[in-house]
Nanobody, 126 residues
Framework: VQLQASGGGLVQAGDSLTLSCVHS????????LGWFRQAPGKEREFVGH????????FYADSVKGRFTVSRDDAKTTVYLQMNISRPEDTAIYYC????????????????????WGQGTLVTVSS
């Protein structure tokens, strides 16, 4: 399985940005997908998750109500829509995949995801 993230860039606070992550090498519909981010000097943190069938989504408190995770199985792509961006959203964003269903209590655990994309940098200026 390979994941290719894209869509990062420089935006101003309050602007919107959509990240994409294309999944290849496996049956996309079998995978739950997550987004994580790592800011300079900080540890990687959970951002959001969408279940293998798209029926459930989960978000970190810091992005709830501003970010949306979605998936398009026909395009084998998962998206992260970032609205009302803030300078503290500046980070490298990574997509990750977990084969099969993932318990809701574990969606934020990076060790549960076997496959990772290379990351895309998002910079939000104030």
């Amino acid at each position: 399985v390979q994941l290719q993230a894209s869509g990062g860039g420089l935006v101003q606070a309050g602007d919107s940005l959509t990240l994409s992550c294309v999944h290849s090498g496996g049956a996309f519909g079998n995978y739950a997908l997550g987004w994580f981010r790592q800011a300079p000097g900080k540890e990687r943190e959970f951002v959001g998750h969408i279940s293998w069938d798209g029926s459930r989504t989960f978000y970190a408190d810091s992005v709830k109500g501003r970010f949306t995770v979605s998936r398009d199985d026909a395009k084998t792509t998962v998206y992260l829509q970032m609205n009302i961006s803030r300078p503290e959203d500046t980070a490298i964003y990574y997509c990750a995949a977990h084969r099969g269903p993932l318990s809701s209590i574990r969606v934020g655990d990076a060790s549960e995801y076997r496959y990772w994309g290379q990351g895309t940098l998002v910079t939000v200026s104030s």
